[in-house]
């Protein structure tokens, strides 16, 4: 059983530019979230995949998009990108079974990609 | 206005004694609510969950409480080792669509010396 991997490491993009990050899930699971994480904070919610369909979203600018793949690995897209993007962005698998995550599924996170913008 | 705080940012002990965590919350009703432990540079991983009807639960040297009374969850780390030493992360379990799965606490730094 593989772990939840995550593309590239390190990223230093220029402002105005456009970054996508890839994330492959823990195998059998169907729920992907995406998570930024500025220095010194907890992981903030971006949004979550389920089977393909975006379930969620949080209070983040449509600037940042996401794909889900058949193989359940997922995309972050982030257009016209600004110096506060500049974090630590985490990916999360969960096993929703038949539903999407549920209350109680503990998630399991990628190493993450270190997004720097100057 | 709702609000997930870990009260100590940082946390230094002594090799063999007890590290104690607190997470306080207001305005949420959380069914669940889990810890992770975060090394520098890594993803957070996994530590415990407890729910809303459970008062503490545990595994080897981890205890968990949850008091929804007082919105506050305690994390305990009996006989602590330096190898402990990381960022402890809360997080309440409250799936509500634009809030995403978890809403995590900023964490606390716990340093433990031999």
């Known amino acids: 059983e593989t772990g939840v991997t995550q593309s590239p490491t390190h990223l230093i993009k220029t402002r105005g530019q456009q970054v996508t990050l890839r994330c492959s899930s823990q195998?059998?699971?169907?729920?992907v979230s995406w998570y930024q994480q500025a220095l010194g904070q907890g992981p903030q919610f971006i949004f979550q995949?389920?089977?393909?369909?975006?379930?969620g979203r949080g209070n983040f600018p449509p600037r940042f998009s996401g794909l889900q793949f058949p193989n359940y690995s997922s995309e972050l897209n982030v257009n016209a990108l600004e110096l506060d993007d500049s974090a630590l962005y985490l990916c999360?698998?969960?096993?929703?079974?038949?539903?999407?995550?549920?209350?109680?599924?503990?998630?399991?996170f990628g190493p993450g990609t270190r997004l720097t913008v100057t | 206005s709702q609000k997930i705080e870990q009260n100590s940012e940082a946390l230094n002990i002594q090799e063999g004694k007890t590290a104690t965590l607190t997470c306080n919350y207001t305005?949420?009703?959380?069914?669940?609510l889990q810890w992770y432990r975060q090394d520098p540079g890594r993803g957070p991983v996994f530590l415990l969950l407890?729910?809303?009807?459970?008062k503490e639960k545990r595994k080897e040297r981890l205890k968990v409480t949850f008091d929804t009374t007082l919105k506050q969850s305690l994390f305990h780390i009996t006989a602590s080792q330096p190898a402990d030493s990381a960022t402890y992360l809360c997080?309440?379990?409250?799936?509500?669509?634009?809030?995403?799965?978890?809403?995590f606490g900023k964490g606390t730094k716990l340093s433990v010396k031999p």
């Open positions: 195998s059998g699971h169907n729920t």
């Open positions: 995949y389920y089977r393909e369909e975006e379930n």
């Open positions: 997080a309440l379990d409250i799936w509500g669509g634009s809030q995403g799965n978890l809403i």
């Open positions: 305005n949420y009703s959380p069914a669940y």
């Open positions: 407890i729910r809303e009807n459970e």
């Open positions: 999360a698998s969960s096993s929703g079974g038949q539903q999407p995550y549920l209350r109680g599924d503990e998630q399991y």
